[in-house]
């Protein structure tokens, strides 16, 4: 049974910094690896998708990595803002449609 | 284009009342999923539907929770009687996939929040 796990719970970090989420899942026979974002009483919004047969992608200030081998992403975000406050949720998907969620990592930029 | 529409935004209600929910997908999504997400917890699959056919309900808690699709395009879903524990965010979201493998973005909708009292 596929788990996903996020760490950390939440991070808070000063306006500018450089910063990284991790997300680790158990099966390493996914079909992709989806990171969105969580804004209070909002959906989920989609940042990147990465394909199981990619190492990474990027789209702006963010860049995620994936190392299927070791069931393993990151996402890091560069000069970090406090529009970027918001929770990010992990999702691993397999060959049904099906996602996994991680329990999600809460982040606050303070100004 | 018009994203995912669900209704109401916020519900609620008193433990053994029931409630339904409503969404309506992006048009032309042929896929439609209704999720679960507690407080503090990423969201978790109730079920997916592929036209108007089921394709997973194997987290769906049938004894109290139904959802239909009837004409493959907006969807309910359905608790009765409602326990403490249902209190959630219910999210729909939709994609173009219909089939297995196929690699369709699913997009959300902005979810119901329900408070069981």
């Known amino acids: 049974k596929q788990e996903v796990t996020q760490i950390p719970a939440a991070l808070s970090v000063p306006e500018g910094e450089n910063l990284v989420l991790n997300c680790s899942f158990t099966d390493s026979a996914i079909y992709n690896l989806q990171w969105f974002r969580q804004d209070p009483g909002k959906g989920l919004t989609s940042l990147l998708l990465?394909?199981?047969?990619?190492r990474e992608q990027t789209s702006g200030r963010l860049n995620a990595s994936l190392d299927k081998s070791s069931g393993r992403s990151t996402l890091y975000i560069a000069a970090s803002q406090p529009g970027d406050s918001a929770t990010y949720l992990c999702a691993v998907r397999g060959n049904t449609g099906k996602l996994i969620f991680g329990q999600g990592t809460t982040l606050q930029v303070k100004p | 284009e018009a994203g995912v529409a669900q209704s109401p935004r916020y519900k609620i209600i008193e433990k053994r009342q029931s409630v339904a929910f409503w969404c309506n997908p992006i048009?032309?999504?042929?896929?439609l999923y209704w999720y679960q997400q507690i407080l503090g917890q990423g969201p978790k699959l109730l079920i997916q539907f592929q036209n108007n056919g089921v394709v997973d309900d194997s987290q769906l808690p049938k004894d109290r929770f139904s959802a239909e699709r009837l004409k493959g395009v907006d969807s309910t879903l359905k608790i009765q009687p409602a326990k403490l524990e249902d209190s959630a965010v219910y999210l729909c979201?939709?994609?173009?996939?219909?089939?297995?493998?196929?690699?369709?973005?699913?997009?959300f909708g902005p979810g119901t929040r329900l408070t069981v009292t």
């Open positions: 990465i394909q199981s047969s990619q």
């Open positions: 048009s032309g999504h042929a896929t």
């Open positions: 979201a939709s994609s173009l996939g219909d089939r297995f493998g196929e690699d369709y973005e699913q997009y």
